[in-house]
């Protein structure tokens, strides 16, 4: 049975101003809405539900009841709206969240559907916003059969990268995650650095303890065009790489980052030769690769893996524009790398 303690918080997670406001901010992340403005409904949901576990879910019906809720430090007038809507008071708020935020899906619907699972995901064990069980629970309610989890390396401090100590806790943590959610699947993972002269941020015996390994550059991504040419066909070379990563690294949206410069043709070469997919990257604001050079990886014969590259559950749902740039491109299903079932996928890529 479960202790007291626990059926509390199983209680505060059932509450109506608790799924409510766990919905809002899903439509947040999934409209890529300023973090101040998710953290701030982060920030709420968690004072009512402490308060909720102290003295009972009532305590928050009835400061909505008595038009009190502001009264709260960190309560706002949205936060209020959210949760009186929980309680039978008008979801205009939320209403029109779900209308503007929805992901419309056009030539790739078909391409969606096909869809297995995400290779690029994120969790607390890094730098994504939400629990690595919780992002694998988001990932199964989109119908997806796996999620790769694909925290950073420890080169990347900023996104608290893992080392290859907290790795082997977090894929610890992934066989328990696996043995709840049976028949969904976390796949072992990580996004890997990828140093300046191509060497990658993890020891070659923690890369192949992993069942897929995304090869990234996150930092001097403006490096001299051949320098950068090396650094890359030497990552993708290496037979623990499996997906190189938003390749160009550049930023078409809010603080703009004009993209890397490397030989193209070179690259994607290498990728063929070595059979490392080339990803496209589905998040809003990187759009990677630009058109041109997802047509010349598939001039190449690369293949091609649709991820999310989310930070948060609602930011899974970004594949949708992925499949659209991918079936506007006319790339194969057979081509794309998570069309597969997991278990087809890691027989790929160990073979």
């Known amino acids: 049975m479960?202790?007291?303690?626990?059926?509390?918080?199983?209680?505060?997670?059932?509450?109506?101003?608790?799924?409510?406001?766990?919905?809002?901010?899903?439509?947040?992340?999934?409209?890529?809405?300023?973090?101040?403005?998710?953290?701030?409904?982060?920030?709420?949901?968690?004072?009512?539900?402490?308060?909720?576990?102290?003295?009972g879910e009532q305590a928050v019906e009835e400061l909505v009841r008595t038009g009190r809720l502001t009264s709260l430090e960190g309560i706002g007038k949205s936060i209020e709206a959210v949760v009186a809507g929980a309680y039978g008071g008008p979801t205009d708020y939320v209403d029109e969240l779900e209308a503007s935020t929805t992901i419309a899906i056009g030539p790739g619907r078909e391409l969606r559907s096909m869809l297995k699972g995400d290779c690029h995901s994120h969790s607390t064990w890094s730098d994504g916003g939400a629990e690595l069980r919780t992002m694998a629970l988001a990932a199964r309610d989109l119908g997806h059969e796996y999620l790769v989890a694909t925290d950073h390396s420890a080169r990347l401090t900023v996104a608290h990268g893992l080392s290859p100590e907290r790795l082997s806790e977090q894929i610890g943590e992934i066989e328990k995650l696996n043995e709840e959610l049976d028949p969904f699947r976390i796949l072992t993972g990580m996004e890997v650095d990828i140093l300046?002269?191509?060497?990658?941020?993890?020891?070659?015996?923690?890369?192949?303890?992993?069942?897929?390994?995304?090869?990234?550059?996150?930092?001097?991504?403006?490096?001299?065009?051949?320098?950068?040419?090396?650094?890359?066909v030497r990552?993708?070379?290496?037979?623990?790489?499996?997906?190189?990563?938003?390749?160009?690294?550049?930023?078409?949206?809010?603080?703009?980052?004009?993209?890397?410069?490397?030989?193209?043709?070179?690259?994607?070469?290498?990728?063929?030769?070595?059979?490392?997919?080339?990803?496209?990257?589905?998040?809003?604001?990187?759009q990677d690769p630009p058109e041109e050079l997802l047509e010349l990886a598939l001039e190449w014969d690369c293949r091609i893996s649709i991820d999310s590259d989310a930070h948060a559950p609602g930011q899974l749902?970004?594949?949708?524009?992925?499949?659209?740039?991918?079936?506007?491109?006319?790339?194969?299903?057979?081509?794309?790398?998570?069309?597969?079932?997991?278990?087809?996928?890691?027989e790929l890529l160990d073979a």
């Not at 890397?260 to 809003?284: G, H, K, L, M």
């Open 2 to 55: 479960p202790s007291p303690d626990e059926a509390a918080a199983g209680s505060v997670d059932k509450a109506p101003f608790k799924v409510a406001l766990d919905r809002v901010i899903y439509l947040l992340d999934r409209d890529l809405a300023p973090v101040q403005k998710v953290r701030a409904f982060a920030k709420g949901r968690t004072l009512l539900s402490e308060l909720a576990a102290e003295r």
């Open 235 to 286: 990552a993708v070379a290496s037979p623990h790489v499996d997906i190189l990563g938003h390749c160009t690294n550049r930023k078409v949206l809010g603080n703009k980052r004009q993209p890397s410069r490397f030989d193209a043709d070179y690259v994607f070469a290498a990728c063929a030769q070595f059979d490392t997919s080339v990803e496209i990257n589905c998040r809003p604001e990187r």
């Open 196 to 232: 300046d002269d191509g060497r990658l941020d993890l020891p070659d015996e923690f890369l192949a303890r992993l069942d897929v390994v995304v090869g990234s550059v996150h930092h001097r991504i403006h490096q001299d065009r051949d320098e950068m040419t090396k650094r890359l």
């Open 317 to 346: 749902e970004w594949v949708n524009y992925g499949c659209d740039k991918a079936a506007l491109a006319g790339v194969e299903p057979e081509r794309i790398l998570n069309t597969r079932s997991a278990d087809d996928l890691l």
